[in-house]
């Protein structure tokens, strides 16, 4: 069957998961014609195989908020490829999770940890609980509630989860340990985890400053650097953080950040206290970046828009899925962007990218520019085997030469005859074949 036929199929099979359907063509666009050039991969029905994941576990979750009321949700994990090594990647708490979402995160996974030259396949996990709001202690009953389902699939050498939305170093810590007490053992199955307690230096900053390393070899590319540059943020998380301390340690002046209730434009640019403050906001629990204009009166606040209409020289989303549409990404081009950097999770929308690639700037997709994330929870991985810890430098060095190691497969796979580098075929044609010629060489199971 050829590469359309797959997808056309795979319509027919899951009509309304858009976010996977859309995550899946956007993969087959790209390694088309690699599939077509290596018959091998027909004959193993490598894409029909590598499409679907492995197995789904879905459960429901009851547990008791503060005032005493039973809760519900539906919590999944979605073991998609285990190929190359153990199901990785994170647990996103949030109203919108569904299995289409989960199933595009686990599918960009896989791609995304081969890229990171590390043995770790592709899987991904939540629910649709909404932590907006809830204490502590309904924080923990959920997530201890979420733990008594998923603990009997998880394991350090099977399946490791993470963070992602909604879950950071509190909600891990209330994993894991719900994990411990059922297990009985300190293998460190999770990454994420307290220094104190099995974690590795440097993973809270990872996916920002991996974000980072990677842009500044995509400015090479141009002689250029960030020095003076100014740069737009989307979001006000975890990612957002670690890349505005890395760009403004580089020179780079960062004007905008965002939540689900509007963008703050910062003309000053974010300092030292400012991105310390975001760490603030975000424990307050109340996803909204309006109350930053309370605290830095010089910021604006545009309640309900995004931050793409600010003229800026590189823009970099770090807040969710399809958060840059077709309409955005035209501001940006008439605005004089010229470099534009994933760190979330297919923050463009198909529409998006095309308005880059045709304008040709240098677009590096979310598997890519963010996998500096999960790159140092497999190293988190190798210390808790080893039973050691590496330093801030040791951890940030082996980061940084994943970045550069997967820029390098994308400028393999992705350079065009003249001359442009499109990293979205670049990244998907090195992580796919990796991933298909694991998959040869592992027979048809
Ligand atoms: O999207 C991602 O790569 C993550 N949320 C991190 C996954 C991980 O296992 O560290």
């Known amino acids: 069957m050829n590469v359309k036929e797959i997808l056309t199929n795979l319509e027919t099979k899951h009509p309304g998961e858009k976010e996977y359907l859309q995550a899946v063509h ?6 088309e014609t690699i599939y077509n050039e290596n018959p091998q991969y027909e004959a193993a029905k490598i894409i029909e195989r590598l499409v679907e994941p492995d197995r789904i576990l879905t459960f429901r979750i009851s547990w ?57 396949g592709g899987g991904k996990g939540g629910s649709d609980f909404n932590p ?29 989860p993470a963070g992602d939305i909604g879950t950071g170093g509190r909600e891990i810590g209330f994993m894991y340990g719900m994990y411990k007490k059922l297990q009985q053992e300190n ?64 020179g780079g002046k960062v004007v905008t950040i965002s939540g689900p209730d509007g963008y703050i434009y910062d003309e000053k640019g974010l300092d030292a206290d400012k991105i310390h403050y975001l760490l603030l906001l975000r424990a307050s629990n109340n996803d909204i970046v309006a109350p930053y204009v309370q605290e830095f009166p010089e910021a604006k606040f545009y309640p309900g828009e995004k931050p793409w209409g600010v003229k800026c020289d590189i823009a970099m989303p770090c807040a969710t899925q399809n958060e840059l549409d077709g309409e955005d990404a035209k501001k940006l081009v008439a605005n004089g962007v010229k470099y534009v950097a994933e760190v979330s999770n297919m923050g463009c929308t198909p529409e998006a990218v095309d308005v880059f690639h045709n304008a040709k700037i240098l677009y590096g997709p979310g598997k890519a520019v963010n996998a500096g994330g999960v790159a140092v929870s497999g190293l988190e991985m190798s210390q808790n085997a080893m039973k050691m810890s590496w330093t801030k430098d040791e951890v940030d060095a082996k980061l940084h030469q994943i970045m550069h190691s997967i820029h390098t497969a994308c400028l393999k796979y992705g350079t065009e005859q003249d001359g442009y580098i499109n990293y979205v075929k670049g990244a998907n044609i090195a992580g796919f074949i990796k ?11």
Request: charged share 20%; hydrophobic share 40%.
């Open 187 to 250: 293998s460190g199955v999770f990454t994420g985890k307290g220094l104190n307690w099995g974690g590795s230096l440097i993973r809270p900053e990872a996916t920002g400053f991996g974000g980072v390393y990677f842009t500044k070899e995509m400015l090479e590319t141009k002689n250029d650097t960030f020095e003076g540059k100014t740069i737009s943020l989307s979001g006000f998380g975890n990612v957002t953080w670690g890349s505005a301390l890395k760009l403004t340690e580089l």
């Open 132 to 160: 907006k709001g809830k204490s502590d202690n309904e924080i923990m009953r959920f997530c201890q509630a979420f733990m008594l389902e998923l603990w009997r699939v998880i394991g350090p050498n099977t399946d490791v």
């Open 435 to 445: 991933v298909a010629d694991s998959m040869l060489d592992l027979g048809i199971v």
């Open 26 to 31: 956007e993969v087959l666009e790209s390694i």
């Open 64 to 120: 008791v908020d503060d005032a005493g009321n039973v809760q519900v949700n539906l919590g999944h994990r979605v073991q998609f490829n285990n190929a190359i090594g153990p199901y990785k990647g994170g647990i996103r708490l949030h109203p919108s999770v569904n299995l289409s979402i989960l199933k595009f995160l686990g599918f960009e996974q896989i791609f995304k940890n081969a890229l990171t030259t590390l043995p770790m």
